[in-house]
Nanobody, 121 residues
């Protein structure tokens, strides 16, 4: 059974940093796209960043403030976020897809439960 478990969320002040982690179990995902999405109340889930092999993709709204990385030996993907703003407050989800790297939620098969990030002003 595949399971994705996020950690590292919490509350941070505006301008601060956080590092999210997502550990996958039940299958090895070293060749699969892994990504982070986020969802704020009343809004649709949106792509944040993704990676597969040596390819990286970032949403324009976080580019330059976020870095995605992965440790395939640990089946884990990370999201380092800096210069956080109150608008970054959301539940953050990690996801695993198939095939090529995309920003579309429909391309991702497995999802974590989500972890809350709150940025206070």
């Amino acid at each position: 059974q595949v399971q994705l478990v996020e950690s590292g969320g919490g509350t941070v002040q505006s301008g601060g940093s956080l590092r999210l982690s997502c550990e996958a179990s039940g299958r090895t995902f070293s060749t699969y796209p892994m990504a982070w999405f986020r969802q704020s109340p009343g809004k649709e889930r949106e792509f944040v960043a993704g990676t597969v092999h040596n390819e990286f993709m970032y949403a324009p709204i976080v580019k330059g403030r976020c870095t995605i990385s992965r440790d395939n030996a640990k089946n884990t993907v990370f999201l380092q976020m800096s210069s956080l703003e109150p608008e970054d407050t959301a539940a953050y989800y990690c996801a695993v897809g198939r095939g090529r790297l995309t920003s579309y939620t429909a391309s991702y098969t497995y999802w974590g439960q989500g972890i809350l990030v709150t940025v206070s002003s």
